[in-house]
């Protein structure tokens, strides 16, 4: 559990290294954590006083799912990104996960949203 914080998202990441630090998807999980992480930030309550977020790591062998629950916001959202100008700042983090992701979802929480991702775990032979 992290507060809502934006200098969070720096924890977010040395969290998800320190528990996966040699596993094959290290990097993309610390991307992605890091992704979904500012989006709960960026668009739901989690950012408002007292506002915090939950980060899951799961390794299911196959693949590792990287979890972000949030407080939820006002407005629906279809789980889908938000098409954004390619020269934008911001607007692509859900892109990015989609194309590290071997899939993705949303999944309604108690009190909010908890948007995942899994990644694939490649071996080698």
């Known amino acids: 559990?992290?507060?809502?914080?934006?200098?969070?998202?720096?924890?977010?990441?040395?969290?998800?290294?320190?528990?996966?630090?040699?596993?094959?998807?290290?990097?993309?999980?610390?991307?992605?954590?890091?992704?979904?992480?500012?989006?709960?930030?960026?668009?739901?309550?989690?950012?408002?006083?007292?506002?915090?977020?939950?980060?899951?790591v799961n390794d299911h062998g196959d693949r590792v799912r990287i979890s972000v629950a949030d407080y939820g916001c006002e407005h629906g959202w279809n789980g889908k990104p938000a098409s954004s100008d390619p020269w934008s700042e911001h607007g692509r983090g859900l892109v990015l996960v989609d194309a590290l992701a071997k899939q993705w979802g949303v999944t309604p929480e108690p009190v909010g949203t908890c948007v995942w991702a899994d990644l694939a775990t490649f071996t080698k032979l």
């Open 1 to 56: 559990m992290f507060p809502g914080h934006v200098d969070e998202i720096a924890r977010v990441r040395d969290f998800v290294r320190a528990l996966l630090q040699d596993h094959p998807t290290v990097d993309d999980a610390e991307l992605v954590a890091s992704e979904l992480a500012t989006n709960a930030l960026r668009h739901t309550h989690s950012s408002r006083d007292g506002g915090m977020f939950v980060v899951r």
